[in-house]
């Protein structure tokens, strides 16, 4: 009686949905978002649903497997304008965002009900970091200071660019399947608190087709990092001003435009060769002034700002990773 009751209530509730957004896939997931049906989540671990819209490149579908293998059970992926990779059995292709939006609904059914088998885990259940008997006690360290106690890589101190004092530092990645951040987009960044010491692309942004002007793709990311993803992304209106306004001012000038000019749809006017290197914005920001500088930047301009350093070339040991949810 009281899963039958449980299994209602969950029914009543809306879809909980994870977007993994490869490449042209920005614009079906705001499409479908704008139906209002179900509800995209910020995080893999609270969503029994991938959606994996858009083709993802081969470099990816390791950090693919790894978000997919943080949702909960029981759990479902569907593929929209993406060819299913090995590993997934019984792959749920949708053609149109129709097909998606019956699809998450049937499939949230389902999966509710338990008339779905939940997918099972594609990655081996092993630490990133093998720790076991690493160091003097065995416990992945190097004595008092460094290594990767119990498969954790520890911070280490170093100089604030700001003010010089040493403080713990901690280097992780971020993406490719990252929400908050542009679709595809990898980044490895040094930080100490919020603050960004050092940064590096370890790969591009996916090249996007935007279904919308260019301009209105930028709101729509800005809103969406500003809590606001329900606000339309138009490009006039007292709403959208009163936004603009809570933008902060010279942020990430480029070509005579910042962060709130770009917001407002003004262009980036310097030719591709003269772009600066994402890398070298980032250091010395925030992690939310990171984010609004990367997220105001329309994906033809972005693209050539992100040249690649391979870890080889950079001369670094394993960093953190936060490939997929975060």
Not at 17 to 25: D, K, L, M, Q, R
């Amino acid at each position: 009686m009281a899963m039958r009751l449980l299994r209602r209530l969950a029914a009543a509730a809306p879809a909980c949905v994870f977007p993994a957004i490869g490449e042209n896939g920005a614009g079906r997931v705001a499409a479908l978002a704008s139906l209002g049906r179900f509800r995209f989540v910020s995080t893999a671990r609270h969503a029994p649903i991938l959606l994996v819209a858009g083709k993802i490149r081969k470099e990816d579908h390791e950090d693919l497997c790894r978000l997919h293998d943080q949702l909960p059970h029981p759990r479902r992926t569907l593929w929209w304008g993406s060819d299913p990779i090995d590993g997934f059995a019984d792959p749920l292709v949708v053609a149109s965002i129709d097909e998606a939006r019956d699809a998450i609904l049937d499939v949230w059914r389902r999966l509710v009900s338990g008339e779905e088998t939940s997918e099972p885990d594609l990655l081996p259940d092993k630490p990133a970091h093998p720790w076991r008997g690493k160091g003097e006690h065995g416990q992945g360290g190097e004595g008092m200071m460094g290594g990767k106690p119990y498969g954790r890589p520890m911070a280490m101190t170093g100089d604030d660019l700001r003010d010089g004092l040493a403080l713990d530092q901690c280097t992780c990645e971020y993406g490719p399947l990252l929400p908050i951040l542009p679709p595809g987009l990898k980044l490895e960044l040094t930080l100490q608190g919020d603050v960004i010491q050092t940064a590096r692309v370890r790969r591009p942004p996916y090249r996007e087709k935007e279904t919308d002007e260019e301009a209105t793709a930028v709101r729509r990311r800005l809103l969406h990092l500003l809590g606001m993803p329900g606000m339309k992304p138009g490009r006039s209106g007292r709403s959208g001003r009163n936004v603009s306004f809570a933008l902060p001012g010279n942020l990430g000038a480029i070509g005579g435009t910042d962060v709130r000019s770009r917001f407002g749809g003004k262009a980036v006017d310097v030719p591709t060769g003269d772009l600066p290197r994402l890398a070298d914005l980032l250091p010395g920001l925030e992690w939310n002034e990171a984010l609004l500088l990367i997220n105001s930047l329309p994906a033809s301009t972005l693209e050539p700002m992100c040249p690649v350093e391979h870890r080889e070339e950079a001369g670094e040991g394993h960093a953190h990773d936060h490939g997929g949810a975060g």
